[in-house]
């Protein structure tokens, strides 16, 4: 199982530091994810990251301003957003695919799934 939080309300061009907590029954290695769905509209690829964290892949409307990492020892996997903007308002959903250690970007490859943590950015 998979434990997301750190979501929040922020202004635009603030921080946020998102935290995905998996529990022993979870291997600690494995692909993981960060996805997101705004209102209204389908859940989108966010970031991704091997199960070394050697790896790590983003969507372009965030590249540059969000930072994929994770602490295998500790089974966690963070999301730290910068510079955020109205746009990235969003239920923001952490993923995982144990038994895979390369990059996963597509959500249909993934098999354990938070319960997300929102996210909204306004003045």
């Known amino acids: 199982q998979l434990q997301a939080s750190g979501g929040g309300l922020v202004q635009p061009g603030g921080s946020l530091r998102l935290s995905c907590a998996a529990s022993?029954?979870?291997?600690?290695?494995?692909?993981r994810a960060w996805f997101r769905q705004a209102p209204g509209k389908e859940r989108e690829f966010v970031a991704a990251i091997s199960g070394s964290g050697g790896t790590t892949r983003y969507a372009g409307s965030v590249e540059g301003r969000f930072t994929i990492s994770r602490d295998n020892a500790k089974n966690t996997m963070f999301l730290q957003m910068n510079s955020l903007k109205h746009e990235d308002t969003a239920v923001y959903y952490c993923?995982?695919?144990?038994?895979?250690?390369?990059?996963?970007?597509?959500?249909?490859?993934?098999?354990?799934w938070g319960q997300g943590t929102q996210v909204t950015v306004s003045s």
């Open positions: 993923a995982a695919r144990p038994d895979y250690l390369g990059v996963l970007t597509q959500s249909i490859n993934y098999n354990y």
């Open positions: 022993r029954r979870t291997a600690s290695g494995g692909a």
